[in-house]
Structures are given as structure tokens and as C-alpha cells.
């Protein structure tokens, strides 16, 4: 009877467990957050999303920011289209998500990527659009083959955008599939392929060779051979999409942002001066000798929403005309030593820029009036060195950013450490804007930074990582004084040495001459 009982309770408790799954698994299978036909996901259904739909194409993307807005506008037009299809939309807000996108390496922005059939951790990557038919066209390409794009040279359009066409001999070559797959990789470029021996009437070229044409016109040439690769074919299709000069605006931010040259020559000018044509001849002159090396932008300083741009480059509207040189990769920036920007001196600065030999821009704000007057003194650029690196005085140096709450809340400290010194005229407690001035020497760590630089000939730093208290740093800048003392006997004795061994050989070299007259 009790085996019986048991049993019974076994089977209760089975078919409890089984409706509560079964409860649970229809729980689980709620219908995935959407939104204008795009999916909204999370970490909590990122996994169900990439089972249920065999290519899931998804924007990582910071709300805000204006290349999230419009990437995001695009895929709700791409969904719009492809209702009905295997491939779905989604988003993921990487501000919201950081443990899924930390998971998927997902930290660039904006990052697109193509998951099939599942496969979480081997995505592939896709091209920023620029549109909804960048999209569109980026998938049915990525699916289709180089039979998609040809066509009779009769076909193609005398359109203003740019048309890439290939002209080739065999299209079984290799050069076919190079050529197709840079056409993947610039969705937002028309592609043409064509056996048409009328290419070569009206153009000149032989077989196997890409043409780049607008309205027809041929604007440049590139001759295919077996070490042609995708790259270097994608790059030299995206130079010359661009004009010799691009002027920056809304519509060309993107373009030069995501040019594969990432050296970009910058002319600062006010578009309305007198002295515009002849400039602008001039840099348009010299870009043409650096188009794969080069990206030049024109820059106008009187266009109002230039004004981020040219606050990052640190550049005021009455400074122009000037020529900054940038690498995107380093954002170390050079500036044109000469205020005659005719066609020799640009291209004698790029080069220089080009070989390594130009030296970088730095920067300074001008000399505050009473600067040294205060007990904090305000350094900038043009003064730091002279302050900071004086042998006979020991220099505490506050490095701020202005618009940090964690620089600023340093303020009033530095201001009790001020008046700690300020009868002590062998100390000086200095600080400067990090932001708008460059010093020739390697700063570490994250703003605000406190350094001190010590009464010695050899320019030395020490940098403070203490508590910031008022008490703790004046036991630091006493403690490295009487370090310095010590050091500065030997510099002294060291200095002694080096003077009394250069009069002996100049006293040497006195006597050998008498002695040869």
C-alpha cells in the first residue's frame, strides 16, 4: 500500500514538474521585442534571436550620436523591404548591454554585423551604410556572384555618382572574383562588368583593367595583375570616389572619416576671401601628386557647423589660412611651417611629413596677463619649459582638463598647497590646461595628473600617486626637495669636472698651436 502511495506521489510530483516546464517553455517563447520592423535585443534573447532567423543582421549602435541615427534610420527603411525574407534586422544599444557586447567584441562605433544559421562568435562584417539600399545592395551581392553585374556598356547610366566597371577578357578569371568581391565591400558604389569591345574605342584600355566613370567620363584607370588584391583595390576605388579635394561637410564627414588613408592634409580657409582661388589652386595642385598617400579636405572656417571640427584642431577662424597635417590612427597633428601656401611649399611638407622629418605641432594658449602673479601660477605652452625645468626651482605642476569635475574639484587643494609655499620662493605650485597645450614631452595616466619637476639640471619629473590631501602633498614635495639636494651635489661636482676637463683642452689645444708658430 505504501509502494503504491508512493508511486502516486512520484507521479504527481512528475506531472507538476512537467506542466511547470511546459508553463516555463511558454513563458520563454514571447515574441521578441520589435520595433518598426526592426528587432530590439538584449542579452536576455540574443541567443533565441540567432536561433530563429538564419541571417540576423545587427547594429550595435550608442543612442545620440548622429551615425547611430542615421544607420538606424537605415535599417528601418532595409526592414520595411525585407519583410517576409530570411534575413532580419536588429539592434543592440551597446550603452545599455556592455556585458553582450564586452561577450561579442562589439565596442566599435557603429559595428554591423551578419550572424548565420546561429553561429554567434563568426560573424560577418558589413560596410557602414550609407542608406537603405546600401543594405539591400550589400546582401544581395554578398549572396549573388560576378554574373550579377554584368552588363552592355550601352546600359550604364550617364549618372553623376560614380560607376566602377570592369572590363574583362575571361570572366572565369581570378581578377573577375577581386574585382566582385570589392564591389561587396562598397555597397553604397554601382558596379558594372562588361565584355564590350567598344570600351576600348571609346576609352582606350585593353582587357582586364577597372575604369572609374562619371557622366561617362573616365576619371581614372586601374590595371589589374595577379598581385591585385581586394584591398588595394578597394582603396584606390574609395580615393578616387572622392574629388582631388573634398570640402568637409555633412555630407562628405563620413566619406573622409572612412577613407583607408588615414594621413589627411587639412586647409583652413574662409571660403570668401580674396585670396580663396589662389589658395585653393594650390593645394588642389599638390594633391594630386599624394591621392594614395593623402586625403585632402578643405576646411571652411566662416561655415558655423565646422566649429567642433576646428575646436579639435584647436583652429580660430582669424588663423586661417593654415595647413594641418593629422594621421587617424595616432591623431598626432603637424602644421605647415610657412604662411606661403603656394604649391612648393605643400609638397614640401607633405613629403617631410611623409619621410618622418616634419615635427609635430604644438600647441599653446597665449600668455595669461599676471600669469606669475597668483599663488597658483596659470602656465601654458610657450611657458611651461621655462617654468617647469628651471634647475634652481622645485615645480609642482597641476595637468587639467577644464571640463572634468574630477580636474576642477582639484582647484581649491592646489590653491592651499599654493599658499603652504608661498614663502618659499624656491617652490613653485603651477598648473595647466591639458586640453589646449601641447608640451613636448610623454604625459601617462589619466587627467588630472599631478608632476613635480625638481630643482635639477636634468629635466626629471616625478609623478605624484598619493592621497590628495594638503598634508600628503606637502610631505611629497619636502621629501623630493631633499632628494634633489642630493642629487644636485653630484650635478654640481659632475659639472665641475666637465668645466675644468674643457679649459684643459682648450689650454692644450692653445699650447699645440704656439708651438706649431
Not at 616634419?358 to 601660477?377: I, Y
Not at 605652452?381 to 582639484?410: C, D, H, I, M, W
Not at 626637495?481 to 654640481?492: I, L, Q
Amino acid at each position: 500500500m505504501k509502494t503504491l502511495q508512493l508511486l502516486g506521489v512520484t507521479a504527481i510530483c512528475l506531472f507538476v514538474f512537467a506542466a511547470a516546464d511546459a508553463q516555463s517553455n511558454l513563458q520563454g517563447d514571447e515574441t521578441l521585442p520589435e520595433k518598426d520592423g526592426v528587432l530590439q535585443l538584449e542579452k536576455r534573447n540574443f541567443d533565441k534571436a540567432l536561433r530563429k532567423h538564419k541571417q540576423l543582421l545587427v547594429h550595435f549602435y550608442a543612442p545620440l550620436t548622429g551615425e547611430a541615427q542615421r544607420v538606424s534610420a537605415a535599417f528601418e527603411g532595409a526592414a520595411e523591404k525585407l519583410q517576409g525574407s530570411e534575413v532580419k534586422l536588429a539592434v543592440v544599444d551597446v550603452t545599455s548591454q556592455k556585458d553582450l557586447t564586452k561577450e561579442l567584441n562589439a565596442t566599435g562605433h557603429p559595428t554591423i554585423r551578419l550572424y548565420l544559421s546561429g553561429d554567434k562568435y563568426n560573424p560577418v562584417a558589413c560596410p557602414v551604410p550609407r542608406s537603405s539600399a546600401s543594405i539591400l545592395t550589400w546582401l544581395k551581392r554578398r549572396a549573388g556572384s560576378a554574373a550579377d553585374l554584368i552588363t552592355d556598356l550601352s546600359q550604364l547610366e550617364a549618372s553623376e555618382e560614380l560607376t566602377v566597371v570592369g572590363f574583362f577578357k575571361d570572366l572565369n578569371h581570378e581578377y573577375v572574383q577581386v574585382f566582385y568581391a570589392a564591389s561587396v565591400d562598397l555597397p553604397d558604389i554601382k558596379f558594372a562588368v562588361t565584355q564590350d569591345d567598344e570600351v576600348t574605342d571609346k576609352y582606350g584600355p585593353t582587357h582586364d583593367v577597372v575604369l572609374l566613370l562619371r557622366e561617362s567620363e573616365l576619371i581614372q584607370t586601374y590595371k589589374m595583375t595577379p598581385q591585385t588584391s581586394k584591398e588595394e583595390l578597394t582603396i584606390f576605388i574609395s580615393v578616387y570616389k572622392l574629388d582631388p579635394v573634398t570640402e568637409y561637410n555633412g555630407k562628405t564627414a563620413s566619406e573622409i572619416l572612412s577613407s583607408p588613408v588615414l594621413n589627411h592634409a587639412l586647409l583652413f580657409v574662409n571660403k570668401s576671401s580674396a585670396d580663396f582661388k589662389e589658395i585653393f589652386s594650390a593645394f588642389s595642385n599638390a594633391a594630386d601628386s599624394f591621392r594614395l598617400k593623402i586625403l585632402f579636405v578643405l576646411v571652411n572656417v566662416d561655415e558655423p557647423r565646422n566649429g567642433r571640427l576646428m575646436e579639435y584642431f584647436r583652429v580660430r577662424d582669424f588663423e586661417a589660412p593654415l595647413i594641418r597635417l593629422v594621421n587617424l590612427t595616432d591623431h598626432v597633428t603637424y602644421h605647415l611651417p610657412s604662411d606661403t601656401l603656394n604649391v612648393e611649399n605643400i609638397k614640401q611638407f607633405c613629403h617631410s611629413y611623409l619621410e618622418g622629418k616634419a615635427k609635430p605641432k604644438l600647441q599653446s594658449e597665449p600668455t595669461p596677463e599676471g600669469w606669475d602673479q597668483r599663488p597658483v601660477k596659470e602656465l601654458v605652452g610657450f611657458t611651461f619649459e621655462k617654468v617647469a625645468f628651471n634647475p634652481n626651482k622645485t615645480v609642482f605642476v597641476l595637468f587639467y582638463l577644464p571640463y572634468s569635475q574630477k580636474s576642477r574639484a582639484v582647484f581649491p587643494l592646489w590653491e592651499e598647497l599654493a599658499e603652504a609655499f608661498k614663502e618659499q620662493q624656491d617652490v613653485v605650485i603651477a598648473r595647466i590646461d591639458a586640453s589646449a597645450n601641447d608640451i613636448n614631452m610623454s604625459m601617462q595616466g589619466a587627467y588630472p595628473s599631478l608632476c613635480l619637476f625638481p630643482a635639477l639640471y636634468a629635466e626629471r619629473m616625478v609623478v605624484y600617486t598619493g592621497k590628495r590631501k594638503l598634508k600628503n602633498l606637502i610631505k611629497f614635495v619636502e621629501k623630493e626637495m631633499e632628494k634633489a639636494k642630493k642629487y644636485r651635489v653630484m650635478e654640481d661636482e659632475d659639472r665641475r669636472k666637465y668645466t675644468e676637463a674643457l679649459k684643459a683642452e682648450e689650454a692644450k689645444k692653445d699650447k699645440e698651436t704656439k708651438d706649431e708658430l
